[in-house]
């Protein structure tokens, strides 16, 4: 099984707002491309992983979150390591963030 695939705690911080996730990564059979889904543990809410791209330790993917009625399209960027933690940064017009997180272990 790919690194990646899997389900990962994510703390997430953006403009004074921390959100705790749940993100189960599903990596494709080439091993380049992956998919899946966030939930946001406080409301409940799910969103789909848009265009999920896969290098080495490096992941690229698309997010479209709502705060309130209004949706944010988060180009997200991070990396995955051997410890099963991660971090990246998420950045949507003019608002910027990071996340950090850590594999669940089954």
């Known amino acids: 099984m790919h690194p990646l695939q899997g389900k990962w705690k994510i703390t997430a911080k953006a403009m004074g707002i921390t959100m705790n996730l749940l993100a189960d990564m599903i990596v494709a059979d080439d ?4 998919g899946g889904s966030v939930l946001d543990e406080k409301t409940g809410n799910v969103y789909p992983i848009e265009n999920g791209v896969l290098e080495g330790n490096t992941i690229k993917y698309g997010i479209s979150i709502k705060f309130g009625l209004i949706p944010f399209k ?18 949507a017009g003019r608002m910027e963030g990071k996340y950090e997180g850590v594999k669940v272990i089954e």
């Open 31 to 34: 091993e380049k491309t992956f």
């Open 74 to 91: 988060f180009d997200m960027e991070g990396k995955f390591y051997e410890d099963n933690t991660c971090d990246g940064s998420a950045k």
